[in-house]
């Protein structure tokens, strides 16, 4: 059985840090990270002076799951249309996750920031990505 990796070159992991800074410098902005196919932020972090409400292995856990949910509701593609981003507002924050390329850009906000306005910034700096694959 043969395993397929891929592999992400330094020089695209720089070009999805610049996208993720340009995203970061939003007011309202906590996160910005670019996860992959298995979950792993491969890039982005935290605004300066922002700290996580979770612990860094708790991240990773969120990094998996929504990865997963995003992997799940695509199965309705076919009769729904692709998924354009996923909202998530709860008590303390709003998280919003935008496939792009093979990515799924994950953003942290304040529970009252204005998700379209995001979303808009996000597919403005990560326009170079074409869209996610299965």
Known sequence: MSVKYNIVSLTEIDNL??????????????????????GNKIAGGFKEGV???LPDKENRTMYVQLMLEYMMRKDFDAQLGSID???????????????TKEYLVLISAERDANAQDIIMHVNSAFTTLPDIKP
């Open 85 to 99: 981003y996923i909202v998530s507002r709860r008590s303390n924050v709003t998280m919003i996750s935008i496939p």
């Open 17 to 38: 840090e610049r996208s993720c800074q340009k995203v970061l410098y939003l007011p309202k902005i906590r996160f910005v990270g670019v996860l992959n196919k298995m």
């Open 51 to 53: 700290k996580s409400f």
